[in-house]
């Protein structure tokens, strides 16, 4: 199966910015979309965003709440997904999560993706 291991997060004050990535191995990058998710605490885990994988530089999807802020790239030479992260609210707080899907119809569903990483930190401070 596709192993996913995201990295980038840490602390940072409001305002600031910081870029996750998502490194992906055991399958063919380029045939899976791939969606950025995240969890704050006794939360929901909800969607952030998410590329497809059928257009150079992919098409792209943002939740409303990071839409204008975040952006979500790939780059299939090195099998990697990032996510930009600009503007950063203390709201943006949650372990953020990259996943992969076989699928390309309901991006935003976490029961679409196949393939998660196991997740990292992100904390803004006010």
């Known amino acids: 199966q596709v192993q996913l291991v995201e990295s980038g997060g840490g602390l940072v004050q409001a305002g600031g910015s910081l870029r996750l990535s998502c490194a992906a191995s055991?399958?063919?990058?380029?045939?899976?979309?791939m969606g950025w998710f995240r969890q704050a605490p006794g939360k929901e885990r909800e969607f952030v965003a998410a590329?497809?994988?059928?257009?150079?530089?992919?098409?792209?999807y943002y939740s409303d709440s990071v839409k204008g802020r975040f952006t979500i790239s790939r780059d299939n030479a090195k099998n990697t997904v990032y996510l930009q992260m600009n503007s950063l609210k203390p709201e943006d707080t949650a372990v953020y999560y990259c996943?992969?899907?076989?699928?390309?119809?309901?991006?935003?569903?976490?029961?679409?993706?196949?393939?998660w990483g196991q997740g990292t930190q992100v904390t803004v401070s006010s």
């Open positions: 590329i497809s994988r059928n257009r150079s530089g992919g098409v792209t």
């Open positions: 055991g399958g063919t990058f380029s045939s899976y979309r």
């Open positions: 996943a992969a899907s076989s699928g390309s119809l309901y991006y935003t569903r976490i029961s679409q993706y196949d393939y």
